[in-house]
């Protein structure tokens, strides 16, 4: 029961004239603390006021730094919005420069014990308006097994709402067609034939897949086909730092094995096209 109490007080959003004057009422306790204490140096008639003093705000200090707390904490909308924004413009871009390689550079254990910083040749470009749940990335990666390298895109579209998180793994809506008129396949049984591992191994780690697939222009009109991947998310997502990462880790494992499958030499398409860089 006090759990449950201290979750609606964690849900509460506190008004900013409310704010104000609680900031006000705690700047006049320890003023008229200060005074007191003044007041006892100063008129040794009441030195005997000091350890009042002490004693009091010894009392109320924890009180009014838990009150400060309460009152200046953002946990409104607003705040899950910011939040939001924040997952998706560091913590899911950080972990798909660091996570997705399919070559990795080895060092020293020395070096790799004092941090050393890998140079990544993934370059991730974003799609998002501040205090929005959805993101879009484009993912330049290259593809180092192919002689000559090349540099290849991807999109992933990643909407990360409250108790929810959709991935959209996306492919050309052109290579899609190409596969479905080789493979004599169409719709969502093509994708799941063409990425039956990605999709599979999405599902045994606890995600669900929506058995249907949408066609959307999402940059420069490069039309894409997608099919959502998605996830229940904890109540204590957005406070827990631990789920935070649980969730991009999986999420980057998934977007990897979705990479290196449609590169599979067994593939009859090539699912994703020569990166082209703009100045």
């Known amino acids: 029961m006090a759990l449950e109490n201290f979750g609606g007080i964690r849900s509460i959003s506190v008004p900013i004239w409310l704010k104000l004057l609680i900031f006000l009422i705690v700047l006049a306790v320890l003023s008229a603390d200060l005074a007191i204490a003044l007041v006892a140096l100063t008129n040794p008639q009441h030195k005997d006021w000091f350890s009042v003093s002490v004693q009091l705000v010894g009392s109320l200090l924890p009180l009014l730094l838990a009150i400060l707390l309460l009152a200046f904490s953002s946990r409104g909308p607003e705040a899950i919005r910011r939040k939001t924004s924040n997952l998706l413009l560091h913590l899911v871009p950080e972990t798909i420069a660091s996570s997705l390689t399919w070559s990795p550079e080895f060092d020293a254990i020395e070096k790799a014990q004092w941090g050393k910083t890998r140079n990544g040749s993934t370059q991730i470009e974003v799609g998002h308006r501040r205090g929005d749940f959805c993101c879009i990335y484009r993912i330049s990666f290259p ?41 004599g396949m169409a719709g969502f049984d093509a994708f799941k034939k063409a990425f039956a591992l990605t999709l599979g191994g999405a599902e045994k780690a606890g995600c669900k897949v929506n058995p249907a697939i949408y066609q959307f222009p999402y940059s420069q009109g490069t039309l894409q086909t997608g099919v959502v991947v998605y996830r ?28 290196e499958e449609g590169l599979a030499a067994s593939q009859p398409v090539v699912w994703f096209p020569e990166a082209t860089f703009r100045d």
């Open 143 to 183: 593809e180092l097994h192919s002689i000559p390298a090349r540099t290849r895109v991807v999109f992933l579209v990643v909407e990360l709402k409250v108790r929810q998180a959709n991935m959209h793994l996306c492919v050309p809506r052109s290579a899609f067609e190409d596969f479905c008129s080789q493979s």
């Open 232 to 259: 229940d998310l904890s109540e204590d997502f957005f406070t827990d730092p631990s789920e935070q990462l649980f969730w991009a880790q999986d999420m980057v494992t998934m977007l990897k094995g979705f990479v």
